[in-house]
C-alpha cells in the first residue's frame, strides 16, 4: 500500500508564494510520473502539473511561467513551487503517483489566495 501526504497549503495573498510537497511512502520499488492536479469550489478537478521519472515537466497553460513542479526521488517527494499567486489559483490541491501501473492519491491540501 501506497501513502500520499501533502502540505504546505495554506491562505496566502495574491501575487505571494506557496510551496507543496506530497510525500510518498509504503511499498514502493520506484515511482513513475508525478503531479498535482486542483479543484476549485464548484469546478471539476483539473491538471496543474506532471513530472515523469526523468524528469520532463507539463504545465496547464494557466499556470506556465508560475508554477514549477520537481521532485527527489531518494525521497519519494515531489513539489510544487507556486509564485505569482492568483484568486483564481483557489482550491485544493492533490498530488498523485503513478506506481506499477496505479494511481495513487494524497488527501488534498487547501490553497486559498486572498485579494
Known amino acids: 500500500q501506497v501513502t500520499l501526504v501533502e502540505s504546505g497549503g495554506g491562505l496566502v495573498q495574491a501575487g505571494g508564494s506557496l510551496r507543496l510537497s506530497c510525500a510518498a511512502s509504503?511499498?514502493?520499488?520506484?515511482?513513475?510520473?508525478m503531479g498535482w492536479h486542483r479543484q476549485a469550489p464548484g469546478k471539476q478537478r483539473e491538471l496543474v502539473a506532471t513530472?515523469?521519472?526523468?524528469?520532463?515537466?507539463n504545465y496547464a497553460d494557466s499556470v506556465k511561467g508560475r508554477f514549477t513542479i520537481s521532485r527527489d526521488n531518494a525521497k519519494n517527494t515531489a513539489y510544487l513551487q507556486m509564485n505569482s499567486l492568483k484568486r483564481e489559483d483557489t482550491g485544493v490541491y492533490y498530488c498523485?503517483?503513478?506506481?506499477?501501473?496505479?494511481?495513487?492519491w494524497g488527501q488534498g491540501t487547501q490553497v486559498t489566495v486572498s485579494s
Open positions: 498523485y503517483a503513478d506506481i506499477r501501473g496505479f494511481r495513487s
Open positions: 513530472i515523469n521519472s526523468g524528469g520532463t515537466t
Open positions: 509504503g511499498y514502493i520499488f520506484s515511482i513513475n510520473a
